[in-house]
């Protein structure tokens, strides 16, 4: 078998962190290079500070470390992605590109996009939103998402690229915190729970919107990576389904283990982006082609969720 050497970017990001660690497992730290914009002491592994729009930069790295696949997880999302709209289009774009030429150039064997429910916007089903929906965008992040769907595509058909990709739901997990995305408050809502203080949601508590634990989120990125590639039918991006909830619905999940856990409501400019995304996904197209299936419902992300936050927290003190 060929020996991989993996460079993943944005790897101190809420997904990026936890995927690091689980393809150290399955490739061996050493052949793990995680990269981000900022140095990372804690990190333990192979780790190199890494401004993905810098070509040369990311080109010197991959030679380096003689590199065979990317998992590109850097970008900047949705929320704070519209307190500036071109700067986003143009980092989120350029990281993009950069990954895309050199992996065209260095014949990279396979490449990980992460797209996101946020290529949907007006003119959907928002119940069950079919897989070859109109995509019509709401946020400057939703655009990148759908435009880089598009190119991964384009990548594949012209150059024969391997590059595989799903459309993540919110992503709940206790080992890391999210940056500026619309579905933040569900792992926001889990740390007030345990500290015992009262929650203020930013969005209001009918909101029902795609989520997925971050176990299922791994593990559906490594089931269509490892899928053999003539499987792999759907070149821009896959939908994939985890949990859809609203906020009432997990505030009541949460009060069966802290029944006096307190929750206002005061939505913000995000309601307007969560309003426009869909409620629930159809995955079927996951789940015919690389056999997806989540483990993870509400009660159970709960009950996990909470068992590891309060271990987390125990530690610190
Ligand atoms: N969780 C992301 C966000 O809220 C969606 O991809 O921006």
């Not at 933040?184 to 929650?199: L, W």
Request: aromatic residues 12%; contains cysteine; glycine residues 6%.
């Amino acid at each position: 078998m060929q020996q991989e050497t993996i460079l993943i970017t944005g790897a101190s990001g809420q997904l990026g962190s936890v995927l690091s660690k689980r393809l150290q497992d399955k490739f061996g730290v050493n052949n793990v290079i995680a990269t981000d914009l900022r140095d990372n002491p804690s990190f333990v592994g192979q780790f190199e500070i890494l401004d993905a729009t810098d070509f040369e930069a990311l080109t010197t790295i991959v030679i380096k470390y003689n590199v065979t696949q990317i998992y590109h997880m850097a970008a900047i999302l949705s929320a704070n992605g519209e307190k500036n709209p071109l700067l986003t289009w143009d980092i989120n774009m350029k990281t993009l590109f950069n990954v895309l030429e050199v992996s065209r150039i260095h014949t990279i064997s396979k490449v990980f996009f992460p797209s996101s429910i946020a290529v949907f916007g007006a003119n959907v089903n928002r119940d069950n939103t079919p897989q070859d929906s109109n995509l019509t965008p709401s946020t400057v992040y939703g655009m990148t998402k759908a435009a880089g769907e598009n190119w991964a595509n384009y990548y594949y058909e012209k150059y024969g690229l391997d590059i595989r990709s799903i459309r993540y739901p919110g992503v709940i997990g206790y080992q890391s915190l999210p940056g500026g995305g619309t579905t933040d408050y569900a792992v926001d809502i889990f740390h007030k729970a345990i500290k015992n203080e009262p929650f203020e949601c930013f969005l209001s508590e009918k909101t029902t919107l795609p989520m997925i634990y971050m176990d299922d989120a791994i593990r559906a990125t490594i089931e269509v990576m490892d899928a053999p590639s003539v499987n792999i039918k759907t070149r821009t991006s896959y939908n994939v389904a985890g949990v859809s909830f609203n906020p009432e619905e997990i505030t009541n999940a949460i009060r069966t283990i802290y029944p006096d856990f307190k929750v206002t409501y005061k939505p913000d400019f995000r309601q307007g982006i969560a309003d426009s995304w869909p409620k629930s996904i159809d995955d079927t197209n996951a789940k015919n082609d690389w056999n997806w299936k989540p483990n993870y419902n509400l009660e159970a992300m709960t009950e996990d969720m909470i068992e590891n936050l309060k271990a987390t927290y125990l530690e610190k003190i």
